[in-house]
């Protein structure tokens, strides 16, 4: 597609229940970003990929979250055992280049935890 | 703890005023970047700036970049309410990996 889908664009989940987003990339865009954003402050980063492969994952919180990328799917972010301050809302970026290029976002998954 | 870090948190102007932007970051870079964020949607990219370019130009937008002092900033002249939004810059190192680092960003208000 022309642009990146996130899918849900809501989710509330209970204390201690799991989640799972997704982000489909442009089409042609090797490079998967997700972010974390709390209270619309600065984006942490969680983890990248280049096709299926991790390349940088010294964001993610390992012990509950987890990422792919399978071919001929959406990208997924799952959390397991959802915390409060897990609540954010969570981007996906695409790009065709390494990180010396232009980042295209979505418009985010916000995740609720009660 | 993140890469680029702006100044001012928040700056509110009138419409048709300047605004500029700082950000400072702390490794060496291979670019920055600069993006927009209005309320409630994703990061749109604005800008690109290497690490060997000094100013760069677009439309109403005009970056500059200083790798001796690890800043840049970003001017929006003649603003416009349109432009209200968040700001943030956001850095891809020159040292490798595959992230791109951001700043907490400046909220702008134009007001008309």
């Known amino acids: 597609g022309e642009e990146v889908a996130q899918t849900p664009k809501h989710l509330v989940r209970g204390e201690g229940q799991k989640a799972k987003l997704y982000c489909a990339p442009i089409?042609?865009?090797?490079?998967v970003f997700w972010y974390q954003q709390v209270l619309k402050n600065e984006f942490k980063f969680l983890i990248s990929?280049?096709?299926?492969?991790?390349?940088?994952e010294t964001g993610m919180p390992k012990e509950r979250f987890s990422a792919k990328c399978l071919p001929n799917s959406p990208c997924s972010l799952e959390i397991q055992a959802t915390k409060l301050e897990d609540s954010a809302v969570y981007f996906c970026?695409?790009?065709?280049?390494?990180?010396?290029?232009?980042?295209?976002f979505g418009e985010g998954s916000r995740l609720t935890v009660l | 703890s993140q890469q680029g870090e702006e100044d001012p948190q928040a700056l509110s102007i009138q419409e048709g005023e300047n605004a500029t932007m700082n950000c400072s970051y702390k490794?060496?870079?291979?670019?920055l970047q600069w993006y927009r964020q209005n309320s409630g949607r994703g990061l749109v990219h604005l800008i690109l700036?290497?690490?060997?370019?000094r100013e760069k130009h677009s439309g109403r937008l005009r970056v500059t970049l200083d790798t001796s002092k690890k800043s840049s900033s970003l001017l929006i002249t003649a603003s416009r309410a349109a432009d209200t939004a968040s700001y943030f810059c956001?850095?891809?190192?020159?040292?490798?990996?595959?992230?791109?680092?951001f700043g907490a960003g400046t909220r702008l208000f134009v007001k008309a």
């Open positions: 970026a695409s790009s065709q280049r390494t990180n010396a290029g232009e980042l295209f």
């Open positions: 089409k042609g865009h090797s490079y």
């Open positions: 990929f280049q096709n299926e492969n991790v390349f940088d």
């Open positions: 490794t060496s870079i291979n670019n």
């Open positions: 700036i290497r690490s060997n370019e």
């Open positions: 956001a850095t891809a190192g020159s040292s490798g990996g595959f992230k791109t680092i």
